[in-house]
């Protein structure tokens, strides 16, 4: 089962850019277990409360390789999607879209990707899945399995861009506190 069923659980902190943890390589997950579902489940309400349509571990400060995605449009019904240790087994094509991430604040940027993939991991059951994907979900696919190396959308940005972002961000920060 890809798609859990979707309970409430609790709304966890997301950490933003620059906290390491960010950078933080995720360790596979060894046993899916109680702690691994309600993990997840609540990586699910927090990234529908945020709202977003995609969440890695790390970006609520927790290093295992766990993933939750729904792109479907809220007014359609919800779709949770939650996949253990994802891995691209297989890419093709080029596409460019805009990325935001919650982890990243009040920034988006146009990033090259993987136009298809091919994802296999585990369901929160600890099935073998595979999906084929493309468009918006291949792009979510590759942004989160990039959080869980510790990689962010900007890193894919040319240096000039990464560094006009920081220097706003540091303003922002200095005028918040
Ligand atoms: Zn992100």
Excluded: W
């Excluded at 959080?147 to 861009?161: C, E, Q, T, Y």
Aim: hydrophobic fraction near 40%.
């Amino acid at each position: 089962m890809l798609r859990p069923e979707l309970k409430n659980g609790n709304k966890l902190k997301i950490y933003t850019y620059p906290d390491p943890v960010l950078r933080k390589k995720a360790e596979p997950v060894k046993v899916i277990d109680e702690r691994i579902r309600r993990l997840a489940q609540d990586m699910l309400y927090t990234m529908y409360e945020a709202p977003g349509i995609g969440l890695a571990a790390n970006q609520v400060g927790e290093a295992s390789r766990i993933i939750v995605f729904d792109l479907r449009p809220k007014e359609n019904g919800r779709h949770p999607c939650a996949l253990i240790n994802p891995e691209i087994i297989d890419a093709e094509g080029e596409v460019t879209t805009e990325e935001a991430c919650l982890s990243v604040i009040d920034y988006c940027a146009d990033v090259k990707r993987k136009a298809r993939v091919r994802v296999k991991g585990l369901d929160l059951e600890g099935k073998e899945v595979s999906l084929d994907a493309e468009g918006l979900l291949a792009v979510c696919l590759q942004h989160e399995i990039d959080h869980l190396d510790g990689i962010l959308f900007i890193d894919h940005l040319s240096a000039l861009k990464r560094a006009l972002y920081k220097k706003r961000l540091k303003k922002k920060l200095k005028k918040s506190s």
